[in-house]
């Protein structure tokens, strides 16, 4: 069972305020991603990390920031938020085992910028 | 690079009736495949994988066969419920001097009473 938590669930804020989604995970994984997820349900790499203190951005463009000073928590920064950034966001972690790469998410955050 | 491709959704079946989601991929090496779920309101879960051809991954009822020669992992069901009603991710990983993992677009499956 993975055991991977973010917090806000939801979240409503007005343009311009600096927020943090957070995400921790237990099972000790090295890896952890962020991925943005349109209405279309299309899943946008944002971040990930490969271990503390490595930090490198995805295939989508964003203007978030993340850090990883601990193996278990991820957490994601907006200095300055936009309408255009409402959006669900989805962390998760993972573990190589053999040939195979399998990922554990969140329940997500769901963001609404007004 | 490598992709992966699957039908558009959304798909609308009634109770009982039989699932297949198509899914290819397009890899330079020997990926490993997999097919996750995202239920309403909930972050993506594995429902099976297979990681070499031929295997055969199942799970649920679900099941999906890794086919190199026609590079398709489809996904089927003999018989849907109402509680399958979610997304579905076709995704591979590949490991090209760390692992990768690459999803489809999602497929919506509604399943009707």
Redo the contacts between chains.
């Keep these: 069972e993975?055991d991977?938590y973010?917090t806000p669930r939801y979240l409503v804020i007005g343009t311009g305020k600096k927020i943090t989604l957070e995400c921790s995970q237990t099972m000790g994984h090295d890896?952890m991603y962020w991925y943005q997820q349109d209405p279309?349900?299309?899943?946008h790499l944002i971040h990930y990390s490969?271990g503390v203190n490595s930090t490198e951005k995805g295939d989508l463009s964003s203007e978030s920031t993340v850090s990883r000073i601990r193996t278990e928590h991820f957490p994601l920064t907006l200095e300055s938020a936009r309408p255009s950034h409402t959006s669900q966001y989805?962390?998760?972690s993972?573990v190589?085992r053999?040939?195979?790469?399998?990922?554990?998410?969140?329940?997500?955050t769901r963001l609404l910028v007004l | 690079g490598d992709s992966v491709t699957q039908m558009e959704g959304p798909v609308t079946l009634s109770e009982e009736a039989f699932l297949t989601i198509n899914c290819t991929y397009t890899a330079t090496g020997y990926p490993s495949l997999f097919w996750y779920v995202q239920y309403p309101g909930e972050g993506l879960q594995l429902l099976l994988k297979a990681t070499k051809a031929d295997d055969k991954g199942s799970n649920k009822g679900f099941e999906a066969t890794y086919r190199k020669e026609t590079t398709s992992f489809h996904l089927e069901k003999g018989s849907v419920q109402v509680s399958d009603s979610a997304v579905y991710f076709c995704a591979l990983s590949e490991n090209t001097g760390g692992f990768k993992t690459i999803f489809g677009a999602g497929t919506r499956l509604f399943v009707k009473a």
């Design positions: 993975a991977i973010q890896k279309g349900m299309e899943l490969y989805l962390c998760a993972s190589d053999g040939r195979a790469e399998t990922q554990y998410f969140g329940p997500g």
